[in-house]
RNA sequence: UGUCCUGUAGUGUAAUUGGCAACACGUCUGACUCUGGAUCAGAAGAGUCUAGGUUCGACCCCUAGCAGGACAACCA
């Protein structure tokens, strides 16, 4: 493992993120009795993307570490906006991702108590029914360095704000008539603390309790006390809530509930990729991706269908790190991750993925043989295949070079070079079209390499790879690159539309010839493809029609040498 | 302009809680290799935002600046 230090004991220890810190504090204080129990609280209005894995594994990731459990709760407290269709693909990412939760909460299973809640705030004289509009309490909110004016309703008796109240619940009064506002301070530093809205009304039909309710809680007035109601110890979110963390707090302690603590990390961001819902929507809406789970979305679903593994997710989230500040953290740390994963894994196959026809000109025509190719050098076990090789071969346009430079170590006139499993080769002659484009190139064998081993022990720097003509299958493969071609997709000069950073090559159809081995693969099956790649089977992929998904390419160091 | 959060190699995250900075990705060498893959070995790269202060000693504590981010939805 990486990140390691190696202690007095010789033990193997991780360096700690602040929240471990915390946590191992508040054990060793005795706090919860040592409990520990985390929540993942999505609201199901969008598809889960990296950074929320980032959130899942750390949420349950903590928990884990120290023995706790953790919740998976939906924050459904806008039902103009969340549908089960996400509660589902929801579920369905985190349990892909590994984790179990100990419990499938909603926030809209707490209606009731958080309604009996706010009974008790008004009572207290700490809540009170406003009937402004919502122009108006925008206006009397004052900005961040003006202070606010109280509404005019703000000292009704508690009487009469019970009275309001309950026929706000009972569906006497239109939407966005009246608003159950906190009574704290309108001229609070902090503008989440003036007088923040509890509820409104909205008569719309929720996905769970349907038409129960005309009135909704709000996100602050829900979601602390939501943790307080599941005695949840920790309670982890991102940085842009800290400023909420004031308001968590002043409802917990004035309802004198269990005391969740709030605790916020910096979000995960990647270069080379937008992370907003709001932008993800769009891509979507506007077809400048297939769907949700397109392989180039950064959405969990994408990703998957993309062909990553969920171990290489965790791990890239372990290695991420957590902390406070802003962090953008490299696009190849991630693919580093997958490679890493997948080189153990994924089982090799032969792929020529812009063919060149190599004509074995001393092969007995019509002859085929079976070569014996090892499946994975990283895994013994992984055990071998055989590979049909005949007079007509294709091989990568790109191994071929008329007037290679210095450091080309593939197939050039006159050259040797070895085909992956199988022969020693040498180019006599390049045919060319009309055109002058090569068309076809005429080498002959060495016979007695059979299987790439030269019985006179000569060397060759080249090893490629290669398909045999009538034996190889055509399937269509999809070359992902990066979506956007600017490291900072949300660096978009004013006034200019943040799409224009998209890359136009972000996705390449090509038709590609594969070893017949493959023809048995399913949907989501993921291999190398020999020095091309790693590449999975996309859900479009049918017996009849393969459709191959390139998950990332393979380090690439003759690529670096030849752009210099 | 107000409040809060955050500033450590290119990018991230550490630093036994005060003993002059480590690990990973990336970059660059070299070795090895039937994947120009993998693996292995090595190198370069920060003196910790700035200026003061406390201290024998500061990335760590204090003060003041500076920079970046968050907050003015009946969104979460």
């Not at 995960?268 to 979507?284: A, C, P, W």
């Not at 013994?380 to 007037?403: C, H, T, W």
């Not at 080769?425 to 007695?448: Q, W």
Request: proline fraction near 6%; glycine fraction near 6%; hydrophobic fraction near 35%.
């Amino acid at each position: 493992m990486t990140d390691e230090r190696i202690d007095t004991n010789g033990e193997s220890e991780k360096p700690k993120n602040f929240l471990e810190e915390i946590i191992e504090g508040d054990i060793k204080s005795g706090k919860h009795g040592g409990r520990v129990l985390t929540r993942f609280p999505p609201e199901p209005n969008g598809y889960l993307h990296i950074g929320h894995a980032k959130s899942i594994c750390l949420n349950f990731g903590l928990a884990q570490r120290y023995g706790g459990q953790t919740n998976l709760r939906f924050d459904d407290t806008n039902p103009v906006k969340e549908d089960v269709e996400y509660v589902d693909s929801i579920k369905e990412d985190v349990r892909w991702l590994g984790f179990n939760w100990a419990n499938e909460v909603y926030a809209s299973d707490y209606f009731e108590q958080l309604y009996q809640w706010a009974v008790a705030l008004i009572s207290k004289g700490l809540a009170y029914v406003d009937d402004q509009t919502q122009e108006q309490i925008r206006l009397s909110r004052g900005t961040v360095t003006q202070p606010g004016k109280p509404s005019p309703w703000r000292d009704r008796s508690a009487e009469e704000n019970l009275d309001i109240f309950a026929r706000m619940r009972a569906g006497e009064y239109p939407d966005g008539s009246k608003v159950l506002r906190a009574k704290i301070d309108m001229a609070h530093p902090n503008m989440l603390m003036r007088d923040p809205i509890l509820y409104r009304i909205i008569h719309a039909h929720h996905h769970r309790t349907g038409d129960k309710w005309c009135i909704y809680p709000m996100y602050d007035y829900a979601h602390g006390q939501s943790d307080s109601i599941e005695r949840i110890t920790h309670s982890i979110c991102t940085l842009e809530f800290d400023v909420h963390r004031p308001l968590y707090d002043w409802f917990i302690e004035r309802l004198d509930i269990f005391p969740s603590k709030q605790y916020e990390f910096a979000r995960l961001n990647i270069t080379y990729t937008v992370m907003s819902k709001r932008k993800l929507l769009e891509l979507v809406k506007e077809k400048v991706v297939m769907a949700w789970d397109d392989p180039r979305m950064p959405t969990i679903c994408g990703l998957r269908r993309r062909g990553y593994t969920p171990e290489a997710i965790r791990t890239f989230a372990e290695r991420v790190g957590v902390a406070k500040r802003d962090n953008v953290i490299d696009l190849s740390l991630l693919e580093f991750c997958i490679r890493e994963d997948l080189n153990k894994r994924a089982e090799r196959r032969m792929a020529v993925l812009n063919p060149l026809k190599v004509v074995i000109t001393n092969y007995p025509e019509g002859q085929t043989e079976q070569l014996e190719a090892v499946n994975n050098p990283e895994d013994e076990g992984a055990g071998k295949r055989s590979v049909p090789f005949s007079r007509e071969l294709y091989i990568e346009q790109e191994d071929f070079m008329e007037n290679p430079p210095k450091k080309f170590f593939r197939l050039a006139p006159g050259n040797e070079v070895r085909l992956r499993y199988a022969y020693f080769i040498t180019c006599n002659e390049v045919i060319k079209d009309n055109d002058g484009n090569i068309v076809e190139l005429r080498c002959t064998y060495d016979p007695a390499s059979k299987g790439g081993h030269s019985p006179d022990g000569r060397k060759v720097q080249g090893t490629m790879h290669w398909v045999s003509a009538q034996h190889a299958v055509p399937a269509e493969v999809r070359l992902f690159d990066r979506l956007f071609t600017n490291p900072d997709p949300n660096d978009v000069p004013d006034g200019e539309d943040w799409k224009t950073a998209i890359n136009p090559e972000s996705l390449k159809v090509i038709t590609a010839y594969v070893e017949p081995e493959l023809a048995k693969a399913d949907v989501l099956d993921k291999f190398q493809f020999e020095r091309m790649g790693y590449f999975c089977v996309d859900t479009d992929s049918t017996p009849e029609k393969m459709v191959f998904n390139r998950t990332v390419t393979l380090k690439d160091t003759w690529a670096k040498i030849s752009s210099k």
